[in-house]
């Protein structure tokens, strides 16, 4: 079927197309059919989704934490959780019963050693890529940190590697 319309909005120059990707990757109604090709799947308190969010995010490299991390009563931890820091972070909230969301880069599938912290109402699991993708890799950390700056009220960059992803 011909299109009457199409060279009427064919982008002809760099401008136009930077313009067409910006609104189809940044626009809100199509955020998680862009990024992931589906809704995210949760585990645990959605609730959390509403509380004042710290992100934490930490470039791989530095492996423990030092000193305490920053949080505000009522304040919930967002992070994917894939650096070693960031996994100390995780440890530190799971013993201190701190909120925590975790934008996992797998699937929900196999998630079983936070149970008691899911069924307490403490924790979130968010996985956007199915049930039971591959193991992480660069582009799914990366939906995981952008994830992360796009729903935090504020954030923390606990390690930043100059050559790293976050730099």
């Known amino acids: 079927m011909w299109h009457r319309r199409f060279y009427e909005v064919r982008a002809y120059d760099d401008a136009a197309r930077t313009n067409i990707r910006r609104y189809i990757r940044d626009n809100p109604l199509n955020f998680d059919a862009v990024m992931q090709g589906s809704e995210p799947k949760y585990l645990g308190n959605k609730a959390l989704l509403q509380m004042p969010k710290v992100g934490f995010?930490?470039?791989?490299g530095q492996a423990s934490l030092h000193g305490t991390l920053p949080l505000k009563p009522g304040e919930a931890i967002i992070s994917g959780f894939l650096s070693p820091m960031e996994r100390a972070v995780f440890r530190a909230g799971l013993k201190y019963k701190r909120p925590m969301i975790w934008v996992l880069?797998?699937?929900?599938?196999?998630?079983?050693?936070?149970?008691?912290?899911?069924?307490?109402?403490?924790l979130l699991v968010i996985a956007?890529?199915?049930?039971?993708?591959?193991?992480?890799?660069?582009?799914?950390?990366?939906?995981?940190?952008?994830?992360?700056?796009?729903?935090?009220?504020?954030?923390?960059?606990?390690?930043?590697?100059?050559d790293g992803m976050l730099a």
């Open 57 to 60: 995010l930490a470039s791989r």
């Open 128 to 162: 956007p890529f199915g049930e039971t993708p591959d193991t992480p890799n660069v582009r799914r950390a990366v939906w995981c940190n952008q994830y992360v700056l796009a729903h935090c009220h504020r954030a923390v960059v606990g390690h930043l590697n100059p």
């Open 105 to 122: 880069p797998t699937g929900l599938d196999g998630i079983t050693a936070c149970r008691d912290a899911i069924e307490e109402g403490r």
